[in-house]
C-alpha cells in the first residue's frame, strides 16, 4: 500500500507548478478597490477600546475601511461591529440632517445644524439658570444644578474627556458627568 501511495504522490508531483500561467487575464487586470484611494487614519466610532481603522476614499467617498496593522491597540483586526463600520457611513437609511418635532407635534421637521446647535445652547442655560443651586438646604456652598447630566461616548480621548469634565462640572456645576467607557 505504502508504494502506491508514493507512486500516486510522485505522479502529481510531476504535475504540480508545471502550468505555464495559473492566472487568467481578467485576474491579472483586476486591482484591488483600495488602489490609488486616499488613506485616512482613525478611531472605530462604537466602543472604549479606542481600534484604529484605515478609511480609504476615492473623490470624496469611502471605499473601504479596516483595521490598521500599525495600531498597538487593535493590530489592525477589528470586531464584528468594528468591520462594519462602513455600513454605518454609506447606508441609504442614515439620517444626514437634522429632525426636530415639535412639543405635541406628530411630523418631523428638517431643520439646520445651526438652528440644533442654538437650540441646545438656549435650553441648557435655561435649565441651568431655572435650576441652579449656590447653597443647599443646609447653608453649604455647592454651586451646581442637579437638573442637567452628561454621558460622553466612547469615540471621546483622555483631553477631550478633561475638557468636557471641566467645563460641565467647574464652568456649569453640572455633578452627573459620565463616560460610557466607565459603565
Known amino acids: ?54 478609511v480609504h476614499t476615492k473623490n470624496g467617498r469611502i471605499v473601504n475601511i479596516e483595521g490598521n496593522p500599525a495600531s498597538p491597540i487593535n493590530a489592525g483586526t477589528l470586531c464584528p461591529k468594528g468591520a462594519a463600520t462602513s455600513g454605518l457611513v454609506s447606508n441609504p437609511a442614515r439620517l444626514t440632517t437634522v429632525k426636530y418635532r415639535p412639543p405635541h407635534g406628530t411630523t418631523w421637521e428638517e431643520r439646520t445644524l445651526e438652528w440644533a446647535m442654538d437650540r441646545i445652547a438656549r435650553l441648557v442655560k435655561q435649565t441651568r439658570d431655572d435650576s441652579y443651586e449656590e447653597r443647599d438646604g443646609d447653608g453649604n456652598l455647592v454651586n ?17 474627556n478633561y475638557l468636557i469634565k471641566k467645563l460641565f462640572t467647574a464652568g456649569l456645576g453640572i455633578v452627573a458627568v459620565e463616560n460610557q467607557a466607565r459603565i
Open 1 to 54: 500500500m505504502a508504494g502506491v501511495l508514493r507512486r500516486i504522490g510522485r505522479g502529481i508531483g510531476e504535475h504540480v507548478g508545471r502550468v505555464p500561467n495559473p492566472v487568467s487575464r481578467s485576474t491579472r487586470a483586476a486591482h484591488a478597490r483600495v488602489r490609488d484611494a486616499d488613506v485616512t487614519v482613525t478611531v472605530c466610532p462604537y466602543c472604549a477600546v479606542g481600534c484604529s481603522q484605515l
Open 144 to 160: 451646581r444644578t442637579l437638573a442637567i447630566g452628561h454621558l460622553g461616548g466612547a469615540t471621546l480621548d483622555n483631553e477631550e
